[in-house]
Nanobody, 122 residues
Framework: VQLQASGGGLVQAGGSLRLSCAASGRTLSSYATGWLRQAPGKEREFVAAITRGGGITYYAASVKGRFTISRDNAKNTVYLQMNSLKPEDTAVYYC????????????????WGQGTLVTVSS
């Protein structure tokens, strides 16, 4: 499955952005999906994940209550709504997919695509 993230940009602290991830090649509903991010000089880290049917979601402690992951299997797309953004959220965000939820949560998915840059100014 090929993944393409979009929707990043520059936003002030406290603002919002909505990221989208379009999948091609295979049906996204076959995979658990999620979002990872990598800030400059830091390792890639887990942000959020959602099960195949969308019934269960997982969040990193640092974003819980501010970010919401969702999916539209009919559109083969996953979303990440980011509210109350902070400068420490600045990173390249990657969409990820795997047959197992755990591999997305562990930031070791089989599939991930080109990221989209999110910059939060203070």
């Amino acid at each position: 499955v090929q993944l393409q993230a979009s929707g990043g940009g520059l936003v002030q602290a406290g603002g919002s952005l909505r990221l989208s991830c379009a999948a091609s090649g295979r049906t996204l509903s076959s995979y658990a999906t999620g979002w990872l991010r990598q800030a400059p000089g830091k390792e890639r880290e887990f942000v959020a994940a959602i099960t195949r049917g969308g019934g269960i979601t997982y969040y990193a402690a640092s974003v819980k209550g501010r970010f919401t992951i969702s999916r539209d299997n009919a559109k083969n797309t996953v979303y990440l709504q980011m509210n109350s953004l902070k400068p420490e959220d600045t990173a390249v965000y990657y969409c990820a997919a795997d047959l197992r939820n755990s591999r997305v949560v562990d930031a070791m998915p089989d599939y991930w695509g080109q990221g989209t840059l999110v910059t939060v100014s203070s």
